[in-house]
């Protein structure tokens, strides 16, 4: 049997007692609800990004007018 291979350590940026009470305080049927939320189907395609240029899409130039009437304005 040859030498075996573990995975890389676990690198967690809080104390060993921190992390063990914040285990501890871990409701499971919150867990439950977490992993099975996470187990279902995502929609096809998820969030799709607006595309650019659309209806309200303002241009650098108006953009630039808005700024310098509330630098003028003070609105």
């Known amino acids: 049997m040859g030498k075996r291979t573990y995975n890389?350590?676990?690198?967690?940026?809080?104390?060993?007692?921190?992390?063990?009470e914040r285990f501890a305080r871990t409701?499971?049927?919150?867990?439950e609800t977490n992993i099975k939320r996470a187990k279902t189907k995502k929609p096809p395609g998820g969030k799709k990004a607006k595309p650019s240029g659309g209806k309200?899409?303002?241009?650098?130039v108006q953009l630039r007018?808005?700024?310098v009437r509330k630098r003028n304005t003070g609105r």
Not at 8 to 20: N, P, T, V, Y
Not at 56 to 60: C, D, L
Request: hydrophobic share 35%; glycine share 8%; charged share 40%.
């Open 56 to 60: 309200g899409s303002k241009t650098v």
């Open 8 to 20: 890389e350590k676990l690198h967690i940026d809080m104390s060993f007692g921190e992390a063990l």
């Open 27 to 31: 409701d499971a049927r919150e867990v």
């Open 65 to 67: 007018e808005r700024r």
